[in-house]
Structure formats: structure tokens, C-alpha cells
């Protein structure tokens, strides 16, 4: 039975598959692929880069040469990658699988390059040296807890969604005000209405019924990460010469803990639990996130009839039969 939302919405299909990390997207991409006339798109801030391969999980040759991914390898980690880019990118891509009779897969679990492509980025002014600078001042004579104060005074729905210490995005809101003099939430509310994305989209979002499971998981992964010569990996990247640790690359979960320790900050075992923990609590934010994706079919990838479930879903998305 064809999709009930096909006769009134005409824009060509695209599919979101989500989830945090380590929970099978990419198998499930790569055998919805088999099943239906789909191509991928990664949305992966890590696996754009390339030389990240073990530590971000990356698909492997053979995986690649079956299902190819768009958006992957297509930068070096010495240059920086944003969510603007990536939805000039994948829109683009996009585009060219929809013209070639077949249907874009997002597959990842980048919540912000989902949002930005999805509904675009708020037109926010450019940074001010001379408003920052001042805001640092006042921050330094009352706090951030009271700069946060001022926020919920101008924008209360932004200062509810900011922590009161998290200066960076504190310092964001209120220069924006001041620059604009729209508030943050406007600003984000007028780039949605003008920034629709040209597709009908059906989201799944894979999401552990028992957290324990993933973060047993975790665990697991990273070890045979570290057994396939992660830190090897990641002893090459050093060796250039040319990256440093606060670009993004570098930053990535897994990479920064493994740069600290071959620094000498920690030992091998600290440098372990450290990116096992960091891995988790990313898993915890992406999950957090899902849930708030109200519109998404939620699929547990651990329950019986998981790939059964997805391709019910896809098939009648795209008014294809699932026998």
C-alpha cells in the first residue's frame, strides 16, 4: 500500500536512518540497499575526513565498493568541515541520486548535520571582537550565571535550552541580540520557514530499548579498534606535523583521548577508559537527541524483526511491496 502522504506531498522521497553510535546503522543502511533502490549519503562529522578510519568506525574497501557513501574521504583533517558545508554537500548529492531514478539513504548519527540539513541554519550575524570582549568583561565582574540571567530576561526559550555556566553559547545568544536585535530563538525560528528541505522524509531512528547493551557494546568495539592498530592510526596522523589538537579531526571521540595519551598525558589504560567513557556519553547525547525527534519511527536494533520493521517502513514510504 503506497504511502498515504504521497498524494499531497509531491517532493521526491529521501530516507534518515539515525542513531547513536555503534548500534549497526551502517549494516542496516547496506542491506536496505539490497532490498530497495536506494544510494547512501553519510552524515558523519568523523568519517568526512580522510586518514579516520579505525577510530571512526569508518565502512570498510569491501563494504564501500558494494554500497558506496557520498560525503566520504572528501576532506584532509588539517581542514575543517562545518554543518553549512555538509548541507551544500548533501543536498547536492542528493540531488544527483534523486535525477538518477534512485533514492538518497542518509545514514549517521551527526545530530547537527541532520538538523542543518533538514532545517537549514539560522542567519546569524558575524562574530563581533568589540561586542565578545565586552561581554567578557561583564562576565568576569558577575558571572556567567548572571549573563544567563540577562539571556532568560531577552530569550527566555534560548536560556532554556542553555546550561547557565556554558559560556561559549551564553556569550552567542546575547551578542546575536545585540548585532541583530533578534533574539536566538527568532533568528532560528525565520531560517526554518525559508529553508524546507526538497524532500519527503521518513525517519528511523535506531535506539537501544536497555542502555546497558550499547554501552557493553562501546566497550567491545573500541577494544578490537584498538586490536586492528588504532592507535597506529592515529601515531600517522601525529606524524604529519601539521595537525593540531583543537581542529575538529583531532577532536573527534576516540582521537582526542589517543592524541592525549601518545602526548604522554595518560597511561594505556586511562587512555582506554577514557575513550570508552567519552564514546558512551556521545551515545547518551545522540540518544537524547533522537528522542526529541518526535516525527521518527523509533526501531530497537537489538529486538527480533528489526530489518523486517525498516523495510516495512521504507517499502511503504516509497509505495514499494516489502514480499
Known amino acids: 500500500m503506497p504511502d498515504p502522504t504521497c498524494a499531497s506531498d509531491q517532493r521526491p522521497p529521501a530516507i534518515f536512518l539515525m542513531g ?29 575526513y580522510r586518514g579516520l578510519d579505525i577510530g571512526a568506525a ?21 581542514d575543517p568541515y562545518s554543518a553549512a558545508q555538509f548541507r551544500a554537500d548533501a543536498l547536492a548529492a542528493m540531488r544527483v541520486i534523486s535525477t538518477g531514478g534512485r533514492v538518497p539513504l ?3 548519527g551527526t545530530g547537527l548535520y541532520f538538523r542543518a540539513l533538514e532545517h537549514g541554519l539560522s542567519a546569524l550575524p558575524a562574530a563581533d571582537p568589540e561586542v565578545r570582549a565586552r561581554l567578557r568583561i561583564d562576565a568576569e565582574r558577575t558571572g556567567w550565571p548572571a549573563l544567563h540571567a540577562r ?12 546550561r547557565p555556566h556554558d559560556a561559549q553559547r551564553i556569550q552567542r545568544a546575547l551578542e546575536a541580540i545585540e ?27 535506531l ?44 577532536r573527534a571521540v576516540g582521537y582526542r583521548q589517543a592524541w592525549q ?18 564514546t558512551r556519553q556521545l551515545a547518551k547525547r545522540q540518544t537524547t537527541w533522537l528522542r526529541g525527534e518526535l516525527d521518527a519511527r523509533v526501531i530497537d536494533p537489538d ?14 514510504h516509497l509505495g514499494l511491496s516489502t514480499a
Open 58 to 78: 569508518k565502512p570498510d574497501a569491501a563494504t564501500l565498493a558494494c554500497h558506496p557513501h557520498a560525503l566520504i574521504d572528501i576532506r584532509d583533517p588539517a
Open 261 to 278: 595519551h601518545l602526548a604522554g598525558a595518560t597511561d594505556a589504560a586511562t587512555f582506554r577508559q577514557q575513550a570508552i567513557d567519552a
Open 207 to 250: 535506539i537501544p530499548r536497555t542502555r546497558e547493551t550499547l554501552r557493553a557494546r562501546i566497550a567491545l568495539r573500541f577494544d578490537a579498534m584498538l586490536a586492528a592498530g588504532f592507535l597506529d592510526e592515529v601515531r600517522r596522523l601525529r606524524a604529519r606535523g601539521d595537525l593540531a589538537p583543537e581542529l575538529p579531526a583531532v
Open 303 to 316: 529486538a527480533a524483526g528489526c530489518m523486517a520493521r525498516a523495510c516495512a517502513a521504507v517499502g511503504l
Open 151 to 162: 539571556l532568560a530576561r531577552l530569550d527566555p526559550p534560548a536560556a532554556a535550552r542553555i
Open 106 to 108: 542518509l545514514v549517521g
Open 20 to 48: 547513536p553510535t555503534a548500534t549497526g546503522k551502517t549494516a542496516l543502511a547496506c542491506a536496505l540497499a539490497e532490498r530497495f533502490p536506494l544510494q547512501l549519503v553519510s552524515v558523519d562529522s568523523a568519517l568526512v
Open 179 to 205: 548585532l541583530s536585535g533578534h533574539t536566538l530563538t527568532a533568528l532560528h525560528a525565520q531560517s526554518r520557514s525559508t529553508a524546507r528541505l526538497p524532500y519527503r522524509v521518513l525517519k528511523l531512528a
